[in-house]
């Protein structure tokens, strides 16, 4: 792994704990997006392609790595709650406490999809779980979506890097695509929000 662009500490896990340190740096991963799945899970897949991992044991690690990162993020929310959320909301411009609860309630009707789909989206996969915490999404229910998206999320990386060997960073590049394409979904999203929050009769200031 020496002639490796992942991030030294990665491999260094990885090297000195095996499938755990996969499992550790995606653990990590959830808490801090910056630090890039589609590079720890691909290299994690080629790795047992050489035979220094056992192929069924960093499926598992990875995944168990993805649903404490996430079971973290989930009582963050939690802790945080409702009423803290809120004051912080209504002190940001453009933001009512009425977005809020429309935000609530569509948790409440859409919560499972979310966290389901959410572990398969570019940094939305690790801040879905502070809703889930923030609305109190029973634990179990959260576990088995968690586990469920997260499984999926990291098979497929883990065996796109298995099955291409030394061409496990080509992995990435496509990935880079997906993310940007989620990323700008996601902002114009929250233009259009502020747009429609500005200019639609009574929002913003009123004209005199």
């Known amino acids: 792994m020496s ?6 500490w990665i491999t260094g896990l990885m090297e000195s704990l095996g499938a755990p340190g996969a499992g550790i740096a995606i653990a990590l991963e959830n808490l801090f997006p910056p ?7 691909p290299l994690a897949g080629f790795t047992a392609a050489t035979g220094q991992m056992n192929l069924v044991a960093v499926l598992i690690w990875t995944t168990v790595g993805s649903v404490v990162g996430a079971v ?6 939690a802790l945080l709650g409702r009423d803290r959320t809120v004051a912080i909301a209504a002190k940001i411009p453009l933001l009512k406490v009425a977005d809020i609860e429309k935000t609530e309630a569509w948790f409440n009707k859409h919560g499972t999809k979310a966290v389901f789909f959410g572990r398969m989206l570019p940094i939305f996969r690790s801040l ?3 809703p889930a915490g923030i609305e109190r999404m029973p634990l179990p229910i959260f576990l088995g ?6 499984a999926i999320w990291n098979t497929l990386f883990v065996m ?4 291409l060997g030394d061409n496990w960073e080509s992995v990435t590049e496509y990935v880079s695509v997906y993310s940007k394409v989620v990323l700008a979904v996601a902002a114009l999203a929250v233009l259009i929000f502020l747009g429609v929050r500005v200019f639609r009769p009574g929002g ?3 004209r005199g």
């Open 3 to 8: 002639d490796s662009s992942a991030p030294q």
């Open 35 to 41: 630090i890039p799945s589609e590079v720890i899970l």
């Open 72 to 77: 973290a993020l989930y009582w963050v929310g």
């Open 128 to 130: 879905i779980s502070v």
């Open 145 to 150: 979506l968690t586990t469920l998206g997260s």
């Open 160 to 163: 796109a890097g298995y099955l």
């Open 204 to 206: 913003g200031q009123r």
